[in-house]
């Protein structure tokens, strides 16, 4: 099931649902523990937990990116700046599992916009793989749901073209 998108006063929000069968201990350590946020999305780094920490992702030549910790709730919220979007991770017990609420906040909507927003679809998906103890293929995820968020903004009248 591909992300909500709807429009908010400064641009648009992707929200992502999705509910892990796994403790919400063992879900925040996918988010804060290097060891294991390097499995579910290569580069990403957590640098400094906590709320004026910041993570950083390895932008290839020895470049790095950062980007600092907006809101950060241990075990329960964590949302940082992605360049000029936001992204904000929610999780809450449920049943014996975890509800895992992200949402990634858009100020515009660019050619890039579908490629990125299937790219985190695909990352809660391995992210949940990883939990569940197999892997996925990333670039045959995304490669499957890319086309999908392409066609969902169009629907919503973005020309990419």
């Known amino acids: 099931m591909t992300a909500e998108i709807t ?12 509910y892990f069968e796994h403790s919400p201990e063992q879900v925040w350590a996918m988010l ?3 060891r294991k946020i390097h499995r579910w999305f290569s580069g990403l780094q957590m640098e400094e ?3 004026l920490g910041h993570l950083s992702l390895e932008m290839g030549h020895g470049q790095k990116k ?5 809101e950060y709730k241990k075990g329960e919220v964590l949302a940082f700046e992605w360049g000029d979007d936001h992204v ?13 609420k992200m949402v990634e906040t858009l100020p515009d909507i660019t050619g890039q916009t579908p ?9 809660l998906d391995i992210m949940e793989a990883i939990l569940d103890g197999h892997g996925i293929e990333r670039t045959s995820e995304w490669e499957r749901w890319y086309p999908e ?13």
């Open 7 to 18: 429009k908010n006063p400064t641009g648009y929000n992707a929200t992502f649902n999705r």
């Open 32 to 34: 804060t523990d290097n």
């Open 49 to 51: 937990e906590g709320e």
């Open 66 to 70: 950062e980007f600092p910790i907006t």
């Open 88 to 100: 904000h991770f929610e999780l809450a017990p449920e049943g014996q599992g975890t509800r895992v």
């Open 115 to 123: 490629k990125d927003v299937a790219g985190w679809h695909v990352a």
């Open 149 to 161: 968020y392409k066609r969902l903004f169009e629907s919503m009248g973005v020309d990419f073209a």
